[in-house]
């Protein structure tokens, strides 16, 4: 057989080993909803083995083990046990305000025993099977309460080996500042319609890296002439390609046939590093064995979620629970993910793995499978060294989650899955199948909020329980796990604001893993577009009409359920056991209603997209700063400054009259950067006993350009981590936002870059 016969052979066998695949995978979950179908259909028609199996069942449940089943005397201290937890959970919190590794043993112990007894009390005691279609209904609730525990239990068994690497990375980075371990590096920013402006700082900062022996390359995937004047302009090298086939993945991977580097980093086009990257990160390749090294993404501007609330100094970006919790407890399992940005490879190790992978939409994911399966150590520095754009609008916000997931979910369809190729030890499947299981949980957030409506429109109890049994086994479980939420996550989220962030889109994420399940490849690699403006307010009306819907029946069944809990009230005591259990189901009916209600409602609030007519980004930064106006030196401090502009806070008296120095020529010199601007004085104002003066600059020179974007941008430090609020104020949150949006009572937020920065 000729070379070209077997290239034709081995091509032929691939594609049909992906076709058989492709076939399976969607056979298999074609399989699972048709069983359902069929045993829920032979169910209803009550007649067969299937009907004596839930009979029985249903027995099993009226007749729970003895273990199982709430107290009937003493029920005044009920609550006593679930008070003596909360007290214990203060204080390990109060000594341990970051998890530990003792602290984390024991809260996983805690929650992991309270878990397992929920289970066991909602399997054996509490599935109503008292007629086929509250069977229906209650099967469904606990298979997707199932669902969601078996993702959570996952991870609080991986929380067992978090890493933390940050002292080693001090360690390791002695050798590279001391000259002793200086490898090349070849620093790769793939661009393919981002504007120039965005390029511009993104190649600034990465030039600023304090690294001699680099090499930074602008990978230019549409050959736009003003990309390459600006490589020319910067200093860096310019490649392109012929055609743009794979997107990303063919990019860099074009890029990598050129080059040399002993190390290659990524950085997306609008991720800009901090000086001190590649010393925090370098280092860790004198160990032969790491083949990756991945960092945080942070972000320089608000999510479009707190944005359009008005919380963008409150709420942290949807990607801190990833990168605070979700990387360091994969890290512990040796499952780290590439992101795709913000990343250190070393070029064998990602040649060994035959370059990028092409056959996927999270090139990122599946490359860095490929180099574990290798031998390799992908490792995460728990360090915020770059920063970059935040999706500017929820469009765009969701477009790139539905991207991630379609992309992940296309493991089950390719050779470098996670749970089948060789070389990944059994934690580490499991990390990754945790990551896996992700997006299917959006199935259980749609039940969750259809599921109160049972109780209204079709007289469904899917939880047969008393309040009583509710106080016993659910409330201990569920007030533990929403204490230690946040503190498990490093304060990056709580639980209801988690709430929020996975509503908001939760329909079309389940719409999404479906369509991936049956056609994994029919969509291709969209770019989130980035410097978008807007002069008005936009409402996703694509998104937020199932929310609407669901939001009026779920107001209706709010109203129903109340009704009948008022009515019914006074004669609860003499009711018959079926009709407590109704009035106990209507009356737990209205309080998840209610809880329904508060979140669809601050979901719509998150589709309304507020203006934003100013592209650039403007930072809180205090600089002293020298004003020569009007042949008058003033002296003040800034309040905000951007790449365009600044805010200036004068400390002294002006013989002038304020106004007159409006649209006059200014220069200014910041003081500690020995940094000099010209610009105009666009507006001018008093405020109390400070005058303020706002100030557009001309465009500068490339040197001063460099160091004013190093100043905003490149700092070592300068991207901090915010604590989310916890429960209590989240709640309090909610309602006040509900009550008076802030996108429609704060004028000056919604003005703000209408007036002197337009």
């Known amino acids: 057989m000729s070379v070209s016969q077997f290239m034709r052979f081995h091509s032929r066998h691939r594609l049909f080993r992906r076709v058989l695949r492709l076939r399976v995978a969607t056979l298999v979950m074609l399989g699972i909803v048709l069983s359902a179908i069929v045993v829920a259909a032979a169910w209803l028609a009550g007649e067969g083995t299937i009907t004596q199996v839930f009979a029985q069942l249903k027995v099993l449940q009226e007749n729970p083990p003895i273990w199982l089943q709430a107290p009937t005397s003493h029920q005044k201290y009920l609550l006593l046990p679930t008070f003596g937890l909360l007290v214990g959970i203060f204080v390990v919190m109060k000594i341990s305000p970051r998890p530990r590794r003792w602290s984390g043993w024991l809260v996983v112990g805690i929650l992991l025993g309270l878990m397992g007894r929920y289970v066991l009390w909602r399997s054996l005691s509490t599935l109503n099977l008292s007629n ?59 661009t393919y319609n981002e504007p120039v402006f965005i390029l511009r700082r993104t190649i600034i900062g990465c030039q600023a890296i304090d690294y001699a022996n680099k090499t930074v390359y602008l990978l230019d995937d549409t050959k736009r002439p003003e990309v390459k004047k600006l490589a020319s302009e910067l200093g860096c090298v310019y490649i392109t390609r012929n055609e743009s086939r794979y997107a990303k993945a063919g990019n860099l991977n074009h890029a990598i046939a050129k080059t040399k580097g002993e190390l290659i980093v990524v950085f997306d086009a609008d991720f800009v590093p901090t000086k001190n990257f590649l010393t925090r990160t370098v280092g ?80 990122d994911y599946f490359t860095g499978i490929r180099i574990s399966a290798l031998g390799y150590q992908l490792i995460y520095l728990d360090e915020k060294l770059s920063a970059g754009l935040a999706a500017e609008n929820i469009a765009a916000h969701v477009a790139q989650r539905l991207r991630w997931a379609r992309g992940t979910l296309q493991a089950f369809f390719l050779e470098t899955n996670p749970l089948t190729i060789p070389g990944l030890r059994p934690i580490q499947r499991l990390a990754h199948l945790e990551g896996l299981l992700h997006w299917f949980t959006s199935f259980s957030r749609v039940g969750f909020l259809i599921m109160p409506l049972a109780y209204s429109f079709f007289g469904v109890i899917p939880m047969q329980t008393s309040l009583i049994e509710l106080l016993y086994f659910f409330l201990p479980y569920y007030l533990v796990q929403l204490s230690f939420f946040s503190w498990l996550n490093y304060r990056s989220r709580s639980a209801l604001l988690s709430d929020i962030y996975s509503l908001a889109f939760c329909f079309p994420l389940a719409l999404t893993v479906i369509q991936v399940m049956l056609n994994p490849f029919s969509k291709g690699f969209k770019v989130t577009p980035k410097g978008i403006k807007r002069d008005r307010f936009v409402f996703n009306w694509a998104l937020a009409w199932p929310l609407i819907i669901l939001f009026i029946a779920t107001a209706i069944s709010l109203w129903h359920n109340l009704g009948m809990a008022l009515l019914y009230s006074p004669s609860m005591h003499t009711m018959a056991p079926d009709q407590q259990d109704l009035f106990e189901g209507i009356s737990l009916g209205w309080i ?167």
């Open 132 to 190: 086929p279609l509250n069977g229906v209904f209650s099967l469904w609730l606990f298979f997707l309460e199932m669902l969601v525990l078996f993702s959570s239990t996952i991870q609080l068994f991986l929380m067992l080996n978090v890493k933390d690497r940050s002292q080693q990375a001090s360690q390791v980075a002695l050798a590279v500042m001391s000259g002793r371990y200086t490898p090349s590096v070849d620093i790769l920013v793939p």
């Open 592 to 758: 998840w209603s209610a809880y329904n209600l508060l979140l669809i409602g601050i979901s719509l609030l998150i589709l309304l997209d507020v203006p934003k007519q100013d592209v650039y980004e403007w930072f809180d930064l205090q600089r002293v700063v020298r004003v020569e106006v009007a042949n008058q030196t003033l002296w003040g401090i800034t309040t905000e400054i951007s790449e365009i502009g600044a805010s200036i806070k004068l400390t002294q008296a002006i013989p002038l009259p304020l106004e007159k120095l409006e649209t006059l020529p200014a220069k200014l010199e910041m003081m500690e950067e020995k940094l000099q601007l010209s610009g105009v004085v666009t507006q001018t104002s008093q405020e109390k006993l400070f005058s303020t003066l706002q100030v557009a600059f001309d465009t500068p020179p490339v040197k001063q350009q460099r160091r004013l974007v190093e100043m905003l941008f490149c700092r070592p430090g300068q991207w901090q981590r915010r604590d989310t609020p916890g429960e209590l104020r989240s709640l309090f949150l909610l309602f006040k936002i509900l009550l008076k949006p802030r996108v429609l009572f704060d004028k000056r937020r919604n003005l703000l870059s209408a007036g002197w920065r337009k």
């Open 284 to 363: 860790f390749f004198q160990n032969e064995k790491i083949g990756l090294v991945q960092t945080p993404q942070s972000f320089y501007n608000a999510d479009p979620i707190a944005h359009n609330l008005g919380l963008e100094d409150v709420l942290t970006p949807e990607e801190e629970v990833f990168y605070r919790q979700i990387q360091p407890i994969r890290d512990g399992a040796g499952g780290v993910v590439c992101a795709g940005t913000s990343f250190v490879v070393r070029r064998c190790a990602l040649e060994a793995a035959g370059g990028f992978v092409t056959n996927s939409l999270s090139e």
